[in-house]
């Protein structure tokens, strides 16, 4: 039997140590994502997120992409996502691309927009401004009404919600159990469910809500995610 935090947690981390608030220069944030991917927790690791202006200093490495558009990228890497933002518009857009939206009004809109088109939806969930829940149960709610699988990004790389941030088992309960009220209270995983107020999702319904919905967190940092799921008790 699959276990629970298999399903929860597998590839969930989109790895991205050059962006803040880790910032790590070029050689450091490759070291880095070399140690996550020797870890005996890699495969809690999904992509290696990079900007297309600096691709070329990849030359040479055989890592699974997320590429933010911020110039034209080569299709000689595996580049397996994009990433943009919705202001840059949706044109030439198609596959796995994740398009940040602000959390305001005409969310409905975009959002069907990229159902349309069979595009991906992608928000910050901390940085500069911490959504309120209310405003990241709507998203939530939103995106699986349309049918919109997304990313989660800034500020999601601890596990679970405390004062002034989110957490990402917290965002995963919200989908589960297609309630936002789970933003904000407690949850808990172990090997045979996710729980949340006396209800449990098990390794079906989490790897479906993966594959459906909540795709992956975008993390400046491997190991303090993985420190507080041990701390936790989970891993």
Not at 140 to 163: D, I, Q, S
Not at 188 to 215: N, P
Request: hydrophobic letters at 45%; charged letters at 30%; proline letters at 5%.
């Amino acid at each position: 039997m699959l276990d629970a935090r298999r399903a929860a947690l597998a590839h969930l981390i989109d790895h991205a140590p050059l962006f803040p608030p880790a910032s790590l220069p070029m050689p450091d944030a490759l070291d880095e994502d070399r140690r996550a991917r020797a870890d005996d927790h890699a495969w809690l690791l999904a992509r290696l997120v990079w900007p297309a202006s600096r691709l070329d200093e990849l030359e040479g490495e055989d890592r699974a992409l997320s590429v933010l558009l911020d110039g034209p990228y080569r299709d000689d890497l595996r580049v397996q996502a994009v990433e943009t933002r919705w202001s840059a518009g949706l044109d030439g857009l198609a596959g796995e691309a994740y398009v940040e939206l602000p959390l305001e009004e005409g969310l409905e809109a975009k959002v069907a927009a990229l159902a349309e088109r069979g595009l991906r939806a992608k928000v910050r969930c901390g940085g500069a401004e911490l959504p309120s829940a209310e405003a990241l149960g709507r998203f939530l709610r939103t995106c699986r009404e349309a049918g919109v699988a997304f990313k989660a990004t800034a500020g999601l790389h601890h596990p679970v919600a405390a004062e002034g941030r989110h957490g990402f088992l917290n965002v995963l309960a919200a989908c589960a159990f297609e309630d936002g009220t789970a933003l904000t209270e407690d949850v808990d995983l172990d090997a045979d469910s996710l729980r949340w107020r006396g209800l449990e999702a098990g390794a079906d319904e989490l790897e479906r809500v993966r594959r459906e919905q909540f795709v992956a967190v975008g993390s400046c940092s491997f190991f303090e995610p993985l420190d507080d799921l041990k701390e936790l008790g989970i891993l």
